[in-house]
């Protein structure tokens, strides 16, 4: 019943920028640490930015002061607004649930914790041409 789907992606110049979406189903967004990940050509997946409940984010530092994360708890929906992209930000991106009890964000790093994040939706591809 879980379900996470990401839109919004596709190809840009550097500089440019997208809004990348996660439309939720079975469960409420607002209740759990949420994230965004992503996965590049050669590349493990890291973490990219989260949010939790009480709208507390965190950014990976390669991304911090030009992508930020948001959430619509009315519409259950997850976004990543990213800017001045470059090259280097090329990579599938993937939306992410840490689906625990009682509902948390780890204190860890995002790719340290990724096994918390046990719901994911399929991906939505960001390709930035230099």
């Known amino acids: 019943q879980v379900q996470l789907v990401e839109s919004g992606g596709g190809s840009v110049q550097a500089g440019g920028s997208l809004r990348l979406s996660c439309a939720a189903s079975?469960?409420?967004?607002?209740?759990?640490?949420m994230g965004w990940f992503r996965q590049g050509p050669g590349k493990e997946r890291e973490g990219v930015a989260r949010?939790?409940?009480?709208?507390?984010?965190s950014y990976a530092d390669s991304v911090k002061g030009r992508f930020t994360i948001s959430k619509d708890n009315a519409k259950n929906t997850l976004y990543l607004q990213m800017n001045s992209l470059n090259p280097d930000d090329t990579a599938m991106y993937y939306c992410?649930?840490?689906?625990?009890?009682?509902?948390?964000?780890?204190?860890?790093?995002?790719?340290?914790?990724?096994?918390?994040?046990?719901?994911w939706g399929q991906g939505t591809r960001v390709t930035v041409s230099s």
């Open positions: 079975g469960y409420t967004y607002s209740m759990y640490c």
């Open positions: 992410a649930a840490d689906f625990r009890f009682p509902p948390r964000c780890s204190i860890v790093t995002m790719t340290l914790g990724m096994a918390n994040f046990g719901y």
């Open positions: 949010i939790d409940s009480d709208g507390r984010t």
